[in-house]
């Protein structure tokens, strides 16, 4: 990542600055020739709240705050650092100062955040790059420190890497080279990173993953990584999951509409959110025990391809009739949820681009969420709404399970038409023993067009959440 956030005590007035202040700040203390100062008075009586000042130079940027500390106005302020990220790179700035003369804890956060967030390319493949100016942000802020600041860092380093990820294309990224960028990815961190591969896969009788992977001609994996700081405060570890479909062709029901292959190498964006998660886990030292669980394959109609109505043998013992062979997260997801048993969780969140039912039903906006830990799942929309990474909750009563029954196996792997997102969270909940939150990320995962700091294409969307909750966790030590 080559862009940096860190803590200072001083500027120097030549540099580009982005000043934080609100109506009752005088402007006469900023660092503003009179003229300048009259003019982001005379701004600020119009109630712009976002004042641009070009003085050649240097580039100046007074954004004027709300004195509520709303999720809204968070958000509003996310909005308005997305546009001081265009314009100082559109004026080749390289190193900016966030300058805080406000009383509001966030708002600097929310500022930078964004900023950096919104500074974000994916140039690998470009011959011609149009590479950002923009390399660094300082900041100034009496509600903050170098700590928070490099937690934000590790944030952002999260961010890049599951988008990074998400944006690579299938022909450089199958389930054998995601093993691999994980293991490069993390060897510098205390991270305890382990792949396993096809025959290790097969040895633990994991037939969700086998089935899913017949019809590719490279092999899955299945990755397994662990933060566990010296003095965790929770007894029992969190686990993640996170789907890692490299691309989804349909397998052989193979996808009909127009245009729904397309975007199929964000189908692992579950598997990037974890990827990324642990290595913000790691980088910003949280005091959380955390596992990462990541199947990977591809899902092809080669060959030897799984049928319609073809009966698995999942890790767990339960066979399941397979009625479409595009429903493969589950499968894939089924496996690692079993698995995880083994750690006797206090919670295991999964995350995946499952349905095209929850995109139908919260869009781009929101993950739709399913949950039998209620208490769990609380302070997690919490983590949502402050940034941004909102959840719906959808009902997950066990009336659902009734669409789910088989006449030849335990269960089937689709329901009927109606509902789907839902379903296919009760066929998941079928493989838990505990506290558990499924996340269809299926909307927001993956943008066709440019949306503000969430950029164009892979979004990294869960590492903000997810680091968000596992603050709470740690300063409130939920075990």
Same mark, same amino acid.
């Given at each position: ?124 493949? !470009?011959? &011609? #790059?149009?590479?950002?100016? @923009? $390399?660094?942000? =300082? +900041? /100034?802020?009496? *509600?903050?420190? %170098? ?48 792949? !396993?591969? &096809? #025959?290790?896969?097969?040895? @633990? $009788?994991?037939? =969700? +993953? /086998?089935?899913? *992977?017949?019809? %590719? ?28 479909v490299m691309f989804d062709t349909g397998g052989l029901s193979l996808k009909p509409t127009k ?221």
């Amino acid at each position: 990542m080559n862009f940096t956030i860190s803590h200072q005590e001083t500027r120097d007035p030549d540099k580009s600055v982005a000043y934080l202040i609100t109506k009752s700040t005088p402007v006469e203390n900023l660092s503003f020739t009179k003229t300048e100062a009259a003019y982001v008075n005379q701004q600020i009586e119009k109630n712009d709240k976002l004042i641009h000042i070009n003085s050649y130079f240097k580039q100046s940027f007074v954004l004027v705050i709300e004195d509520s500390h709303s999720n809204e106005q968070r958000e509003k302020l996310r909005k308005h650092g997305f546009d001081v990220c265009q314009t100082a790179n559109k004026h080749k700035v390289a190193n900016l100062m966030i300058e805080d003369k406000t009383d509001n804890p966030t708002a600097w956060e929310d500022l930078a955040e964004s900023i950096a967030l919104s500074n974000y390319q994916f140039l690998k493949y !470009l011959k &011609k #790059k149009d590479a950002n100016s @923009l $390399k660094s942000l =300082g +900041i /100034i802020s009496k *509600n903050t420190d %170098s700590k928070n600041t490099d937690r934000l860092q590790a944030v952002i380093e999260g961010v890049y890497f599951a988008r990074d990820l998400v944006n690579e294309p299938h022909s450089h990224l199958n389930a054998e080279h995601f093993a691999t960028v994980l293991s490069e990815k993390y060897k510098d961190t205390n991270l305890k990173s382990d792949s !396993l591969y &096809k #025959k290790q896969i097969e040895a @633990l $009788k994991m037939g =969700g +993953i /086998i089935a899913v *992977n017949k019809g %590719s001609e490279t092999g899955p994996t299945f990755n397994i990584v662990e933060w566990k700081p010296e003095n965790p405060t929770n007894s029992k570890p969190v686990v993640l999951v996170g789907k890692g479909v490299m691309f989804d062709t349909g397998g052989l029901s193979l996808k009909p509409t127009k245009g729904s292959m397309d975007l199929m190498k964000s189908d692992m964006a579950g598997a990037a959110a974890v990827a990324g998660t642990m290595l913000a886990l790691a980088e910003s030292n949280a005091q959380v025990h955390v596992i990462g669980l990541m199947p990977a394959t591809d899902n092809r109609p080669g060959k030897d391809a799984y049928l319609p109505q073809d009966v698995i043998h999942m890790h767990d013992g339960t066979t399941v009739e397979v009625l479409n062979t595009d429903a493969e997260g589950r499968m894939i997801l089924a496996d690692a949820l079993s698995y995880a048993k083994q750690y006797e969780p206090s919670l295991v969140i999964d995350l995946a681009t499952l349905t095209g039912a929850a995109e139908v039903a919260v869009g781009i906006k929101a993950i739709a969420a399913m949950t039998n830990s209620s208490d769990n799942l609380e302070p997690l929309k919490k983590s949502g709404f402050a940034r941004h990474e909102r959840i719906a909750e959808l009902p997950f009563w066990d009336d659902y399970k009734e669409e789910l029954k088989s006449d030849i196996a335990d269960m089937k792997n689709v329901g009927g038409r109606n509902a789907g997102a839902i379903t296919a969270g009760k066929f998941l909940e079928h493989f838990t023993d505990y506290p558990y939150i499924h996340l269809d990320i299926a909307g927001p995962a993956f943008l066709e067009s440019a949306d503000n700091y969430r950029g164009k294409n892979g979004t990294g969307i869960g590492v903000r959440l997810l680091m968000d909750f596992f603050y709470f966790r740690e300063q409130n030590k939920v075990n």
